[in-house]
Nanobody
Framework: VQLQASGGGLVQAGGSLRVSCAAS????????MGWFRQAPGKEREFVAA???????YYADSVKGRFTISRDNAKNTVYLQMNSLKPEDTAVYYC?????????????????WGQGTQVTVSS
């Protein structure tokens, strides 16, 4: 599986942004899809995940502000980010993993996209 993230950019605090991740291959709907982020000098952290049947999981820091969704017909997963804060600034990575792994940890995923930069100005 190859993953291509897009949609990052610069936005003011309180604004919204949607990042997308397009996957190659015909088995997209068999994977758990996740979003992680990494800010300079910090470890990669879990943001959100969506299971094969659409179950969603969020980090406490984004719950109520971010929404993850998937379109299996388009082999794409989305992360809608609202009420953005400067502390959301990071490179956002999408990832794909087999069901049964740890949704919340990077080691639960087998494939990673290249990342897209999201910058929130105050």
């Amino acid at each position: 599986v190859q993953l291509q993230a897009s949609g990052g950019g610069l936005v003011q605090a309180g604004g919204s942004l949607r990042v997308s991740c397009a996957a190659s291959g015909r088995t997209f709907n068999s994977y758990v899809m996740g979003w992680f982020r990494q800010a300079p000098g910090k470890e990669r952290e879990f943001v959100a995940a969506i299971s094969r049947n659409g179950g969603t999981y969020y980090a406490d820091s984004v719950k109520g502000r971010f929404t993850i969704s998937r379109d299996n017909a388009k082999n794409t997963v989305y992360l809608q980010m609202n009420s953005l804060k400067p502390e959301d600034t990071a490179v956002y990575y999408c990832a794909a993993g087999s069901s049964g792994g740890d949704y919340y940890a990077p080691w639960g995923y087998d494939y990673w996209g290249q990342g897209t930069q999201v910058t929130v100005s105050s």
